[in-house]
């Protein structure tokens, strides 16, 4: 089982939170950010970072789940 | 050469002439700060960014040195003396109270503080001071519900967070002194919150120190005092500051009160726009040699970055000396950039737009009614009374 990571481009600031975080997940490329995997074994931590994100930019999803942000 | 650093006048919102010239010169600029050691300048947007973004530089490491400041005092060991992991630790911890979804939630709470502070301020009449019983309530009253405080406290923690903040007015030895007189302040809170848990955030990070040990004591309670004097004065000083903005833009002004759906978009504007900082602190110093424009920036080397200026670079905005309401979504950095980010953006957004709402729909003929005065000894600008009539 593997969770699915988006990175909405059209309201990321590219503040950088996710990076910071999860470098092992997120990227900074330029001015956006940007999942290393779209992929990725379920963690918490890439809960944390969809919960941070100052624009919600981020989803991670479990098949049609939306896992996180969280509630 | 060396520049004697801050430039801005405390006097107004203006942005000092020096940083044209700096953002004209190749390179950065080197500074003398008030205390300290030199410093390089960031005043464009792009090497503001990458210092800010890049983990080559270090906050923790400005610990061993004589850190380039504009305070005598020096605050050491909280959230922005940190480097991850241990800030990423410290901020998750903290962060899950900031979210936007969370904060989206209290959004109709902080609208109805708001429409009260505003019918007070109408049954007192005018002229009033929009500082004292608006700007500095609603936030106050806001921070003080979500961390656990007790708004009547308000006096006492204003002079802690006004001296927190000072320039001037305190030595070094003021300094910790008043430091630990909040810490002991909050440390009767954490003690009675032990006893006597609620639903707040001072509650969730004791039960994260008791019952998984996420953090120390000293960590909790600098937390909180850190929250506590974050949480407040810069939306304080931004809510009145904004007006003061908008009365310079009538044009402006006139077209949020028609279409007030355009409020959201101004405030991410007006914090582009409005240079909040009397100068720049917090240095970042290099882990290694770090190219920055024109400079390399030696390993040991740190520098500090002037957001306001940063934010009206015209290589990176359009008429970048232009408040335009109506601008498309920029990047700006007035909530900062990189791992210090600010936690509460999210919650001063709700505050701003929530305050310019409220106000702008309830007194459509608010305007000032007398001389401001200025805050002329703190780290951000600002009014310290501002009359007002509408």
Known sequence: ?71 | MTATYPFNETGSLDLDDAYREAQQTPGMIRVQLPYGEPAWLATRYADARLVLGDQRFSRAAAGDRDEPRMQAGRLTGGILSMDPPGHTRLRTLVAKAFTVRRVEEMRPRVREIAAELVAAMVRKGAPADLVDLFALPLPVAVICELLGVPVADRPKFRVWSDNALSTSRLTADEFLASREEMRDYMRGLISSHREQPADDLMSALIDARDSADRLSELELVDLCAGILVAGHETTASQIPNFLVTLFDHPDALARLRAEPELIPGAVEELLRFVPLGAGAGFPRYATEDVRVGDVVVRAGEPVVVAIGAANRDALRFTDADTLQVDRPPTQHLGFGHGVHHCLGAALARVELQEALRVLLADLPNLHLAGDIEWKRDLIVRGPVTMPVGW
């Open chain 1, 1 to 71: 089982m593997t969770w699915h990571v988006d990175i909405d481009k059209t309201v990321c600031i590219g503040s950088g939170m996710c990076a910071a975080l999860a470098p092992e997940l997120f990227r900074l490329d330029d001015d956006y950010a940007e999942p290393v995997a779209a992929e990725i074994e379920p963690t918490d931590i890439a809960l944390d970072a969809a919960d941070q994100c100052p624009t919600m930019a981020i989803t991670v999803r479990d098949g049609d789940k939306e896992v996180g942000p969280r509630p």
